[in-house]
């Protein structure tokens, strides 16, 4: 048995990351990303038992480096407001974009590959679902499907973020109290 080298397996989940970014996370393939690592695929086996494996991976690490902020600003703490926890959620996805460009369409990549085995912006248990449900329940948030909403505010902070990295604009020309407009309409504006 092989024993597994810690450097090689983020060499080999970088690599797979820089495919799904420059060409898709449909382009993904064990032969591909074992060619770029410099390795043979049977040696990438030994670190991922398929290339769903791989891919979840890839999508865990990013997914884990956005939970750690969400956990941090405290958008799942129930005992702040729904209507503050759902600005600090629109901050923190904003800011993750702007300091990491490539995750979230890393994690969109993968989300919808026909075969992704992870949770959906629908799953109840999600804490950022449930935040949602809460604040449409109560009536902070107009009754519109959750996922809506959190589709809309990640695709805003990608794009944001994207455009940012590009140069398009400056990161002080977007201010995060446009972006809460852009998302939630004026009831958000403090």
């Known amino acids: 048995m092989k024993i597994k080298n810690e450097n090689k397996r983020q060499q ?3 690599e797979t990351a820089a495919i ?21 695929q049977s040696s990438l086996y030994t670190y991922f038992a398929s290339k769903q494996a791989l ?11 956005l939970e750690k902020l969400i956990v941090e600003a405290g958008v799942i703490d129930t005992e702040l407001p729904v209507k503050t926890r759902l600005i600090h959620y629109v901050q923190v996805l904003t800011e993750f974009a702007v300091a990491n460009p490539d995750s979230l369409g ?14 959906g912006l629908n799953d109840p248990k999600n804490p950022v679902v449930q935040l949602f449900q809460t604040a449409i329940d109560t009536g902070v948030l107009p009754k519109i499907d ?5 589709a809309s505010i990640f695709a805003v902070a990608r794009r944001n973020g994207n455009n940012i990295f590009q140069k398009r604009y400056r990161r002080e020309d ?9 998302v939630f309409g004026d009831k958000f504006n403090d």
Request: proline content about 2%.
């Open 12 to 14: 080999i989940l970088a």
């Open 20 to 40: 799904i970014t420059h060409e898709g996370a449909a382009a993904v393939s064990t032969t591909k990303v074992a060619k770029r690592v410099g390795i043979g």
């Open 55 to 65: 891919l979840m991976a890839v999508f865990n690490r990013e997914q884990q480096k």
């Open 106 to 119: 890393i994690i969109e990549q993968i989300k919808f590959l026909p075969d992704f085995d992870g949770d």
């Open 146 to 150: 959750a996922s809506l909403y959190i």
């Open 174 to 182: 977007v201010t995060g109290s446009q972006i809460l407009r852009l």
